[in-house]
């Protein structure tokens, strides 16, 4: 099971830290991502990061601004935003599976979502 924390109501310009805390299961393995979700609007892949932390990957809309990063001792991954734009308003999903289906918008397991909302 993953559970995803850290959204909140946030200026632009300003940051947020999101995590992916997997329980009942160890998730060393996995490949984890975060996707966003927001009004109206299809879910749109966000960042991943491989099992052992050495490989990530950006969507482009994000990448400079937010960094993937995982504590597999704490069996949890990280999404640190910063320079929040109205336009990453969204309910943010972290999920997990192989590598090539979760970069490719796909996912085996998934989390609740979190919500962000910058404010303009």
């Known amino acids: 099971q993953l559970q995803a924390s850290g959204g909140g109501l946030v200026q632009a310009g300003g940051s947020l830290r999101l995590s992916c805390a997997a329980s009942g299961r160890t998730f060393n393995n996995y490949n984890v991502a975060w996707f966003r979700q927001a009004p109206g609007k299809e879910r749109e892949f966000v960042a991943a990061i491989n099992w052992s932390g050495g490989r990530s990957s950006y969507d482009d809309s994000v990448k400079g601004r937010f960094t993937i990063s995982r504590n597999n001792a704490k069996n949890t991954v990280y999404l640190q935003m910063n320079s929040l734009k109205f336009e990453d308003t969204a309910v943010y999903y972290c999920?997990?599976?192989?590598?090539?289906?979760?970069?490719?918008?796909?996912?085996?397991?998934w989390g609740q979502g979190t919500l962000v909302t910058v404010s303009s």
């Open positions: 999920a997990a599976g192989p590598w090539g289906t979760v970069v490719g918008g796909q996912a085996d397991h």
